[in-house]
């Protein structure tokens, strides 16, 4: 079978976690989401880290811990969006020189954004001025434009 691909395992741990991204996505952006999407949906941001943390770099275990945040906070648990936000900006500290500017603005949004899940509105008005502040200082304009329309978009539960 001379024109099958073969991968490494460590290849096949990367495409996993690009892939179950990926489709987390199509169900975050998918405004007819059934309950059985729910739970595929945070499967598969759970699949997404879980193959990071066998290949990926401390940047990707970030934004893997950013993205489980932000399906909890979708589906309105604010105990374990703020607990993985919280995750995404330790290891932004135990890390910096890896992150991007970028990882800064979406950590203190995850935050912001679980706070204002949880009803701890003065909590997430605190922390969207700092994913602001953070959002404006990202150099590269396509990642600010991303990071700003992620920020603008979703239900920040009348906090904004």
Not at 21 to 43: F, G
Not at 100 to 122: C, K, L, N, T, W
Request: charged letters at 25%; a negative charge; hydrophobic letters at 45%.
């Amino acid at each position: 079978m001379a024109d099958e691909k073969t991968f490494t395992v460590a290849q096949a741990h990367y495409y996993f976690a690009v892939d179950f991204h990926r489709q987390t996505w199509e169900l975050l952006e998918n405004p007819d989401r059934a309950r059985v999407d729910d739970a595929r949906m945070l499967d598969y941001a759970h699949a997404s880290l879980a193959h990071w943390r066998t290949s990926g770099t401390a940047a990707r275990l970030q934004r893997g811990e950013w993205l489980i945040s932000r399906v909890f906070a979708v589906l309105g648990d604010g105990a374990q969006a703020l607990r993985h936000a919280q995750l995404c900006h330790e290891l932004l500290g135990n890390n910096a020189a890896e992150m991007e500017s970028f990882d800064y603005a979406f950590a203190y949004e995850a935050i912001a954004r679980a706070y204002a899940v949880s009803g701890q509105r003065a909590e997430a008005l605190r922390f969207i001025e700092k994913a602001q502040k953070a959002g404006e200082a990202i150099q590269e304009q396509e990642d600010r434009e991303t990071f700003f329309a992620e920020f603008n978009g979703g239900d920040w539960h009348g906090v904004r």
